[in-house]
């Protein structure tokens, strides 16, 4: 595969899971925020912004839903923008239309369409978290396309590695601003623990665990070390390793080495990770320690296949 | 009249199903005809007087029992679909880029079995004479030194490439991937208008209408015994293939300027329906001599370059060294035979304004054959008793500056003032080899959808000629319209659109 093409397969991934989260944080604290009070409300919002943009965000008494929501869903100035994150998965997919199949393209393209002209005053006089609702629907329908149209070949693997990548870097800092804030005054109550669930689609997935009992302990062990549910970090570090295993096929074995080495080092801290270790303030350094080695993976996946220079295999 | 009679509707859907003859809907006064105006132009589907040709007769009978609404409803279906495919240019205004689909008509244009055969036969004679002329002179200049052309002609051409002088060029095709546009005559002859002999795009469209029109008019389709066109990229690719003696475990690439290109659209569509790589510059690297693209796994050998830019970008090192879309080394590889490169570089000197004049000259002067297909008539202003006739006639002709394009360097004499006329005489005076004349052209019309009607528009066509160890043409082309009302530019830059082109078997 074109080294270019693992490129931009790999980001349109990233940028499709990042809208993806951004859609459902946006979805579900819409529907949430009208059970809290303005003061929980704001510190909620706060935590999604900050969960979103990764910047610090102190709340204020009273914050605006209607601002923030067009901040986080259609400013196209914003790069972490639902709007900027599917023009640019677009914008990768068009490039690699080739290697796409019609039905990925075509669900894509139609979903950036549909979502390009909306306004905030159209949305917000009915319900306004049903559109990110459609979207939803929409990124998951792509993903079912995605599927079962395209080969599990290398090309489907850069998607994988892209989609787990980025699923570990907003999880983690999603986890990683709710554990820190548990510690404050105005920090996460029990409400806010059940909406953490649902903004990682983990709700009723964690009650058949641990039944509706709901405590941030078995929270953080579910999101971070459940094996078998999709959005826990630990569901995407196997994801992510096996995917690494099957690209560049015909790579020599010393670029594939430097790789191979750097995710079973991360395998093996998750999976050997203990959440009774964490509580009381490891879960932030356990999530920087995991999102580190993410960056690190990311960067000599690139190095041995995306950006090597030509002269180092001449 | 005579009036298909449908054996089988179920594709039509909906009320207005009539089988047997429809209402007779004369041009100029039934609807949906009520607007249709016949004039000088030879018109596709009706007679002078106002009858349907016979091989328009289904299409009519169809047409004269559609609503209208349904028209639209399928229109907008057909450019909703456009859309999502992702078939668009992009217009660039007040600092923002709207995407807009290539206006695309729903009613086929048809040509015959009969006309087919003479366009085949036609551009088939054509492109051989052009590839015969190409290899002569990059090689021995005979054309030249028997005087069929003048030496400055090609020697002075901004096209003509010194650097393919004694190169050898597999099966002596030059042009791999032609596309000549044709117009048809007020007598309804078919006559070439101009070769596009360096990239020539437009072909993705001519599939992508197709998929449209049969699906507006599946029955009439049917019925009709339209000859397929969708072999076409197979067809590319056996073509491409042909410029290698390894055949069958060759590597070939598609090479385009990248996704900002207005016809990326069609070098991923190609690409795509090869089973090829679509490369760009940044892709490929050049080690001695061989051509490589970078891969995950590493190098991988590149045998064969469908290229989709021009000679000018290929390679920085030979050509224009701002070129960031070209490949440095990558003109050398080809000279060493280590890449075939499709077309070939150089063939742009063929396709200009002044050697178009000569091509039925060289019809003869290598195949002593006449010409099938003619050209349009012109006159070049470097002949004595031409420049007398064009300076005569300055009111009734358009002039051209032969280095031109794109409507610059031109006279078009009925709507320029005496003025206006006086002054460019001067010039042509002045040096008269830079200039031809032609007589206005008349582009024929055909039926076109606008929505609450159906008018004439004028129309060209483009079929697609491929040239490797055969020739070959699917028996399709693109039909370009001029969307506006009188307009003769079909360009879809200004206003054109296309439409699909149904060639008959019989």
Request: a negative charge; aromatic letters at 10%; charged letters at 25%.
């Amino acid at each position: 595969m074109l080294s270019r093409v693992a490129d931009s397969l790999y980001w349109m991934s990233r940028y499709i899971e990042r809208a993806e989260h951004t859609a459902r944080l946006i979805a579900v604290k819409l529907d949430s925020m009208v059970e809290q009070t303005p003061e929980d409300a704001s510190a909620s919002w706060a935590r999604v912004i900050a969960a979103l943009t990764g910047e610090k965000v102190v709340p204020l008494s009273h914050m605006d839903a209607f601002a923030i929501t067009r901040a986080l869903a259609f400013d196209r100035e914003n790069e972490n923008s639902l709007i900027t994150s599917l023009a640019l998965a677009r914008d990768n997919a068009r490039q690699v239309r080739e290697a796409l199949s019609n039905e990925v393209w075509e669900n894509l393209n139609r979903l950036y369409l549909r979502m390009a002209p909306v306004t905030m005053d159209s949305i917000w006089v009915h319900t306004p978290a049903r559109l990110f609702r459609e979207a939803l629907e929409e990124m998951h329908a792509l993903e079912g396309v995605t599927y079962s149209t395209l080969s599990h070949g290398e090309g489907w693997y850069f998607l994988e590695l892209g989609r787990h990548i980025e699923r570990v870097q907003q999880l983690g800092r999603l986890l990683d601003i709710h554990f820190a804030a548990a510690e404050s005054e105005n920090g996460p109550k029990y409400f806010d623990w059940l909406v953490l669930l649902k903004f990682c689609t983990a709700f009723e997935p964690y009650t058949k665990r641990y039944t509706a009992s709901i405590r941030p302990q078995k929270i953080a062990e579910f999101l971070l070390f459940d094996t078998e549910f999709p959005h826990s970090i630990c569901f995407s570090v196997d994801r992510m390793t096996d995917a690494l295993a099957r690209v560049a096929p015909g790579a020599p074995p010393a670029r594939r080495a430097a790789v191979e080495r750097l995710a079973g080092r991360l395998k093996a801290a998750v999976d050997f990770g203990q959440v009774d270790e964490l509580m009381s303030g490891g879960v932030a350094a356990f999530i920087a320690d995991i999102t580190k080695q993410c960056e690190q993976i990311h960067k000599a996946l690139y190095s041995a296949y995306i950006t090597y220079g030509a002269e180092t295999v001449l | 009249m005579q009036h298909e009679v449908f054996a089988n509707t179920e594709d039509f859907g909906g009320p207005d199903i009539v089988a047997g003859p429809g209402r007779i809907c004369r041009p100029g006064m039934d609807p949906p005809y009520a607007n249709y105006s016949l004039g000088k132009p030879y018109d596709e589907m009706f007679t002078r007087d106002g009858k349907p040709r016979l091989s328009y007769a289904a299409l009519d009978s169809r047409l004269s029992t559609l609503q209208l609404d349904e028209l639209n409803r399928r229109q907008q279906a057909c450019e909703q679909s456009f859309l999502h495919q992702g078939i668009t240019f992009t217009v660039y205004s007040d600092n923002r880029a709207t995407e807009r689909i290539i206006p695309t008509d729903l009613l086929p244009r048809i040509v015959t079995a009969r006309e087919w055969d003479r366009i085949e036969r036609g551009l088939t004679q054509r492109i051989h004479a052009l590839n015969l002329f190409l290899r002569d002179i990059y090689n021995d200049g005979r054309v030249l030194k028997d005087g069929v052309l003048p030496r400055s002609m090609i020697y002075g051409s901004k096209h003509y490439r010194r650097e393919m002088r004694g190169l050898p060029v597999p099966h002596g095709a030059y042009v791999n991937i032609c596309g000549s546009d044709l117009i048809r005559t007020e007598t309804g002859e078919f006559v070439v208008l101009e070769d596009n002999l360096r990239v020539p795009s437009g072909v993705s469209y001519m599939l992508a209408n197709r998929d449209v029109a049969r699906r507006a008019f599946p029955a009439v389709f049917r019925s009709m015994g339209v000859r397929p066109i969708e072999h076409y990229p197979l067809e590319l690719l056996a073509t491409l293939r042909s410029l290698t003696p390894f055949h069958e475990d060759v590597s070939i690439a598609v090479l385009t300027p990248g996704v900002y290109n207005s016809a990326y659209f069609e070098h991923a569509f190609l690409a795509r329906q090869m089973g090829v790589e679509l490369v760009e510059g940044r892709d490929l690297l050049v080690n001695d001599n061989v051509v490589y693209t970078r891969t995950t796994s590493g190098l991988k050998r590149i045998d064969v370059i469908y290229r989709r830019i021009d000679d000018d970008f290929v390679d920085p090192l030979i050509f224009r060294d701002d070129s960031a879309l070209g490949v440095p080394g990558l003109f050398n590889a080809y000279r060493a035979g280590n890449v075939m490169i499709a077309n070939a570089l150089g063939t742009g000197v063929a396709d200009d304004k002044a050697v178009y004049a000569y091509v039925p000259r060289l019809i003869r002067y290598y195949l002593a054959e006449e010409p099938i297909l003619e050209n349009v008539e012109t006159y070049l202003c470097r002949e004595p008793k031409s420049l007398a006739h064009v300076l005569a006639n300055l009111d009734k002709l358009v002039v051209k500056a032969v280095g031109e394009s794109g409507g610059y360097g031109m006279l078009v004499g009925p709507h320029a003032s005496q003025k206006e006329r006086e002054d460019f005489a001067e010039k042509v005076k002045s040096d008269p080899e830079n200039y031809i004349a032609q007589p206005t052209i008349q582009l024929s019309t055909a039926p076109t959808f606008v929505g609450n009607g159906i008018e004439a528009r004028h129309v060209d066509l483009r079929p697609f000629i491929l040239h490797g160890a055969e020739t070959t043409l699917v028996p399709g082309a693109l039909t370009r319209v001029a969307l506006k009302r009188g307009s003769l530019v079909v360009n879809s830059s200004q206003g054109g659109g296309s439409k699909d082109t149904w060639v008959l078997s019989q």
